[in-house]
């Protein structure tokens, strides 16, 4: 199962608000034996209403780097088809809806993940 600490998803939730009513996108890196999500990794961003991009071109080669996160201003915290594309590429994918307050987790598939929240 994988862990990610309380500070780090107040810091997205945040991030997140402050982003609305456009879409806040960011990398998540940690230790990947552990399991442990603990670090946002910020590359720049194309932001919209309905859309947060990035060029791949400027994802750094490190393996820290383990996942990925976005939120959804308005609607659910499913994955839309270009979601699950990116997905992947990573270990573990998060979705915040901010209308309903709903924080999700998916694998490289798509299917949804369980979290630990870890001080």
Same mark, same amino acid.
């Given at each position: 199962?994988?862990?990610?600490?309380?500070?780090?998803?107040?810091?997205?939730?945040?991030?997140?608000?402050?982003?609305?009513?456009?879409?806040?996108?960011?990398?998540?890196?940690?230790?990947? =034996?552990?399991?442990?999500?603990? /670090?946002?990794?910020?590359?720049?961003?194309?932001? +919209?209403?309905? #859309?947060?991009? *990035?060029?791949?071109?400027?994802?750094?080669?490190?393996?820290?780097?383990?996942?990925?996160?976005?939120?959804?201003?308005?609607?659910?915290?499913?994955?839309?088809?270009?979601?699950? =594309?990116?997905?992947?590429?990573? /270990?573990?994918?998060?979705?915040?809806?901010?209308? +309903?307050?709903? #924080?999700?987790? *998916?694998?490289?598939?798509?299917?949804?993940?369980?979290?630990?929240?870890?001080?």
């Amino acid at each position: 199962m994988w862990k990610i600490k309380k500070g780090l998803l107040e810091t997205l939730l945040e991030s997140s608000q402050r982003y609305y009513p456009d879409e806040f996108m960011c990398f998540l890196g940690g230790k990947r =034996k552990e399991k442990l999500l603990d /670090e946002i990794v910020m590359l720049p961003t194309i932001n +919209g209403k309905n #859309f947060a991009s *990035f060029q791949q071109n400027l994802v750094p080669i490190d393996d820290s780097i383990i996942g990925t996160f976005h939120s959804h201003p308005t609607g659910p915290a499913n994955p839309s088809s270009a979601d699950k =594309k990116l997905f992947q590429k990573y /270990e573990v994918n998060f979705i915040l809806s901010l209308s +309903g307050q709903v #924080f999700r987790a *998916f694998d490289r598939n798509g299917k949804e993940l369980l979290v630990e929240l870890i001080e």
